[in-house]
């Protein structure tokens, strides 16, 4: 195992679609195996293939324990699929790539979760709430988009108790210079 480079806002590979996983081999397992790897040291609930620098549809999320038992513990998503989108909730998220800033985002309540695991099996899963939110902001990566595009606000920073930063909004645009 290994970690691997999470590439930053601006650089151009988190702007492009990755591709359908076609083969289920030891390398795509190993690439699974660095991201969860790399996703923990950054103290990251989600990582896209993509933030590593690879154009496959896969990503990886450990949610941790206070998500529903069978939500718990180490998920590889690998062709995912989401339909069945339902409702609207708005929550704070981050991005491992846009590391310190984050912002409210829209995101359908419910969803189904359609994708397969390292071996090519197929599963689905009813998700809502902040399981809901994860895999919608990881499949976006997939395609291309980041949670500043979807974003309700500026995006803005944390004080050192863990508050946003309402009173000085920090808005930090794209090349990662603040307004
Ligand atoms: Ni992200």
New binding site residues.
């Given amino acids: 195992m290994a970690l691997r480079k999470v590439f930053q806002e601006g650089e151009d590979i988190l702007r492009k679609k990755a591709r359908p996983v076609e083969r289920f081999d030891d390398r795509l397992a190993e690439l699974a195996q660095d991201m969860l790897e790399t996703m923990k040291e950054e103290n990251?609930v989600?990582?896209?293939a993509t933030?590593v620098g690879i154009l496959k549809q896969m990503f990886v999320m450990n949610l941790g324990d206070e998500v529903p038992e069978e939500l718990q513990g180490d998920f590889v998503i690998v062709n995912p699929k989401i339909s069945n989108t339902a409702g609207e909730q708005e929550l704070i998220e981050?991005?491992?790539?846009?590391p310190g800033l984050y912002a409210h985002v829209k995101r359908p309540e419910k969803l189904t979760l359609h994708y397969q695991d390292l071996e090519g099996k197929e599963h689905e899963m009813d998700l809502s709430g902040f399981p809901a939110v994860c895999v919608c902001?990881?499949t976006d990566?997939l395609h291309g988009i980041?949670?500043r595009d979807k974003a309700s606000e500026p995006l803005f920073r944390l004080d050192a108790e863990g508050r946003p930063q309402t009173a000085k909004v920090a808005q930090v645009q794209d090349d990662g210079s603040e307004i």
């Fill in positions: 990251g989600g990582l896209a933030q981050g991005c491992l790539s846009l902001h990881e990566h980041l949670f």
